[in-house]
């Protein structure tokens, strides 16, 4: 299954196609954060850490100091964390999971941060038009139905020549994953139903950033491949992440000789000669600048 991307409008926030359950995605973030008094989902942190220092290297990168920084789909701070004093005032973090934006102190932030619980399919109702000179979003972006929506709110509330820092999943996350467990429901089940979330690719978001007004654009990808004893640790470290399955009218649920089939089905297409299997996460990183007068051109 594929985020048909035409089916998008060019008017403002339309949200006539719609792909993910997002009240599921903020209770799956929830649990996650809440499980073990947030020990589990810390365990998981690795996988945004890391591609939060990807993307602050990219930061650096710029050579500016902003008067603050509206980290959009912040979770617990993963980006937050990592900006020092000299490159923000200040920092807004805005999550729509209460339990995942609270989940750490303010005393491992190096900057005052403030926390806005909300939608981030929703920016214009808590952020004022204009008011921001650098939004960042660390791999929060492929779970947002109307992506071109809430793009266009990003370079709605970005001062003039401000600064658009992101990463997201892409198409080919996972594909050891989707492949095993098609693998599976075929022989067992006799059909498929998408199990691992529909995502976009790096000619698609190029095009939406450039629909959604941005100039300047930067679109990179990187692969990250973390190696698992089995699927079965996969799945349970995506559970703790709050990465699990939320497409409307997809059945959440496999038999358990199919999950056991879809294990077999991993090792034999993907494992490696030391009996792990490998997980690839595809990422997208982007940038984007809010047009104005003086600004240089491509």
Known sequence: MKRTLATFADSQFNQSYVVFDRNAKRLQRDRA??????????????????????????????KRKYESVLDVGAGPGHFSRLIESKLTNKILMLEMSERSLHRDPDSEFDVPVVRIHAD???????????????????LSLHWI??????????????????LFLGALLGRDTLFELRTALQVAELEREGGISPHVSPMTDTGDITNLLGRAGFTLLTVDIEDITVKYPSM??????????GEGNAVIGSRHLLHRDTLIAASAAYQALHGNEDGTVPATFQVIFLIGWKPAAKQPTQ
């Open 120 to 138: 981030e399919e929703n920016i214009l109702r808590v952020i004022e038009p204009s008011s921001q000179e650098a939004v960042v979003s660390c």
């Open 145 to 162: 139905n109307d992506l071109l929506g809430a793009l266009i709110q990003i370079r709605e509330v970005l001062k003039p020549d401000g």
């Open 232 to 241: 079965f640790e996969l799945l349970e470290d995506l559970q703790n992440m």
């Open 33 to 62: 954060a809440a499980k073990n008094d947030g020990a589990d989902h810390r365990t998981v942190d690795y996988l945004r850490n890391e591609v939060a220092e990807r993307m602050i290297e990219r930061l650096l990168d710029v």
